[in-house]
């Protein structure tokens, strides 16, 4: 069974940083391309960053590109988002899921639980 | 950035009903990579339909989606008290970012 396992969220003042993990298992994690999606609350989803199984090719939303960095550490199965320069408007609940073999495509097959983010002075 | 708007916002309907719910881009979707995701209040999307009409793993036989180029729908039929949720869509055809829509709201009453 596949699951994910998001950590690392809290409260963090403007301008803060925080680091998100994801502990994957029950899948060939070093196969899979890995997302970060998050929803404010009463909101849609929105999808944040995606990253390649090799870590060869990564991309982000606009509105975080420059301040939030995606990665993985294939040997722990685990996937991360580095997020800095936060902005009240960044506060939502981040998922991390899984994509598709190898490549980025933004379909999320599989969602973790979430980590509540919340940025307030 | 493509927009996806789903409607209705919010559809009401008895046990034993059909829902239909629509989806509509602002340009073609290539290859017709929709998705539709279900929400059940306090927890994750849970992944329904790709490529607008293929179920995924572990999806009743009771949901269909259809639709090509900008229109895309899902169809839920013999409406039951557990699929109340809050329905999304998402495009992920081309390439980033790849949006969702605002969702459309369903009551089993």
Redesign the interface.
């Known amino acids: 069974e596949v699951q994910l396992v998001e950590s690392g969220g809290g409260l963090v003042k403007p301008g803060g940083s925080l680091r998100l993990s994801c502990a994957a298992s029950g899948f060939a994690f070093s196969d899979f391309g890995m997302h970060w999606v998050r929803q404010a609350p009463g909101k849609g989803p929105e999808w944040v960053s995606s990253i390649s199984s090799s870590s060869g090719d990564k991309d982000y939303v606009d509105s975080v590109r420059g301040r939030f960095s995606i990665s993985r550490d294939n040997s722990k199965n685990s996937l991360f988002l580095q997020m800095s320069s936060l902005r009240v408007e960044d506060t939502a609940t981040y998922y991390c899921g899984r994509g598709v073999i190898g490549v980025i495509r933004g379909i999320v097959y599989s969602w973790g639980q979430g980590t509540l983010v919340t940025v307030s002075s | 950035e493509i927009v996806l708007t789903q409607s209705p916002g919010t559809l009401s309907l008895s046990p034993g009903e059909r829902a239909t719910l629509s989806c509509r881009a602002s340009q073609s979707i290539s290859n017709n990579?929709i998705?539709w995701?279900r929400q059940i209040p306090g927890?994750?999307?849970?992944?329904l339909i790709?490529a607008a009409s293929k179920r995924?793993s572990g999806t009743p036989d009771r949901f269909s989606g259809s639709g090509s180029g900008t229109d895309f729908t899902l169809t839920i039929l013999r409406l039951e008290p557990q699929d109340s949720a809050v329905y999304?869509c998402?495009?992920?055809g081309s390439?980033?970012?790849?949006?969702?829509?605002?969702?459309t709201k369903l009551e089993i009453k």
Request: proline share 9%; charged share 5%.
């Open positions: 990579f998705a995701y927890q994750a999307p849970r992944l790709h995924a999304f998402q495009q992920y390439s980033a970012p790849y949006t969702f829509g605002q969702g």
